[in-house]
């Protein structure tokens, strides 16, 4: 306020202030409003002047063009300042192709711009992507391959290169005609192992071999082994203790849960030279053949059945080569080498032998018979003692 008048009527009983005009009028005469002025005014009536706002302290100084006040903390006072601008330099932005909506300088609206043709976005029924992509599994699609070897070798190491997944990208891109995909050193995936969620996995320990390794390990648990050279026949499978990383030890098997069935005239092979086998044949009537190499310096050409404590036992396998398939059957004292019965054919006749004792035949009806012909009976016997 700048100015005031205070007006006094008797006639309605009222006081008039104008802080418009310095002058206070008493019955319609007029006096100038003198003294000194406070609150947010400084200096004397009849002209003082702003120093505060609502308290604040305002600045003496003078303004610049296009000054504002402003709040200056360390003044403690409302202060002269030029307005703060922003630091953006975008005036305008262009839609560009496969956009619509046209340029936008303050406020508007892009848009996709679907279309059939060059420089518009494809949906999902056009007929450009049935052209230029190939399905592959999981629902994925490939549509340009031509970059992707080079940002997966920047990408993948050899160390990288784990997941087993690889190997189906690798299959998809041949899919769609691109070249083989490299992965590592020399464009050749290189895998440390294969890891499975509960632990176990599938190494390459060894050149030639495959292991799958149990989990947890310890004395009772297995590796299974595949190795693929150790034959020129096939591939040798084993086990691997996996606490000692000893290979097929004593007392270890790779157990069959279900029919182990070897197909229509294939051999089931014993040793690694192939000198004893087991067929099933359809040649003739269906047929079980047991075989064995005969009439050789290394193998003796017989069968032996012994007892299951005897097995490996130097005397329960004969140390004769035999020139024609022999069967023999062997007591269970392993210290009698010749303790056994032998059948065989010598091509001329059928030979029943015995080694230790005497060769018994024994029947239950009490009757021996050669083609139906009795050959002893008990009368038989108790005569011949008696002589």
């Known amino acids: 306020m700048s ?15 104008d802080d418009s005009n310095p002058i206070v009028r008493v019955d319609g005469t007029t006096t100038t409003a003198t003294g000194a002025a406070s609150g947010d005014l400084t200096g004397s009536y009849p002209a003082p002047t702003v120093a505060k706002v609502r308290g604040l302290s305002w600045t003496t100084a003078a ?13 403690s006072s409302i202060v002269w300042a030029a307005q703060s601008s922003g630091t953006g330099t975008v005036t305008s932005i262009t839609a560009g192709t496969g956009l619509t909506g046209g340029t936008v300088t303050t406020v508007g609206t892009f848009a996709v711009d679907f279309g059939s043709t060059a420089g518009t976005a494809c949906q999902g029924n056009d007929a450009r992507l049935s052209d230029a992509r190939t399905p592959v599994p999981h629902g994925h699609w490939i549509s340009d391959v031509s970059g992707l070897q080079a940002a ?3 990408k993948l190491d050899d160390s990288q290169a784990t997941a087993t997944g690889l190997s189906v990208l690798g299959a998809a891109s041949a899919a769609a005609g691109a070249t083989a995909l490299g992965l590592g050193t020399g464009d050749t995936p290189t895998f440390t192992g294969v890891a499975f969620p509960n632990g176990e996995s599938i190494t390459n320990a060894v050149n030639g ?3 799958f390794n149990p989990s947890p390990t310890g004395s009772t648990a297995w590796r299974l082994y595949a190795d693929m050279t150790s034959f020129n026949v096939g591939v040798r499978l084993g086990v691997i203790n996996s606490d000692t990383n000893i290979a097929n030890p004593t007392g270890s098997y790779i157990v069959f849960d279900t029919t182990a069935q070897i197909a229509t005239d294939k051999s089931l092979s014993f040793h690694s030279n192939d000198w004893m086998q087991l067929r099933g044949t359809s040649t003739g009537l269906d047929t079980a053949q047991l075989s064995v190499l005969v009439n050789n ?7 032996a059945l012994v007892d299951l404590g005897s097995l490996g036992t130097v005397n329960r396998s004969p140390t004769t080569a035999h020139v024609d398939p022999t069967f023999y059957v062997y007591s269970a004292d392993t210290n009698e080498a010749m303790d056994f019965v032998r059948v065989s054919h010598n091509r001329t006749d059928g ?11 024994v029947s239950q009806s009490g009757v021996i018979r050669g083609n139906g ?13 008696v002589l």
């Open 3 to 17: 100015a005031f008048s205070v007006t006094v009527s008797p006639v309605v009983n009222s006081i008039t202030v």
């Open 297 to 303: 310096g290394s193998s003796s050409g017989a069968f």
């Open 351 to 361: 030979v029943i032998e015995a080694g230790n004792g005497d060769l018994r035949l």
């Open 152 to 154: 997966l070798d920047a």
């Open 209 to 211: 071999r495959i292991d």
């Open 373 to 385: 012909v009795a050959l002893a009976d008990e009368d038989f016997v108790l005569a011949m003692a």
């Open 63 to 75: 303004p610049a063009n296009n000054d504002v006040p402003k709040w200056d903390a360390t003044a």
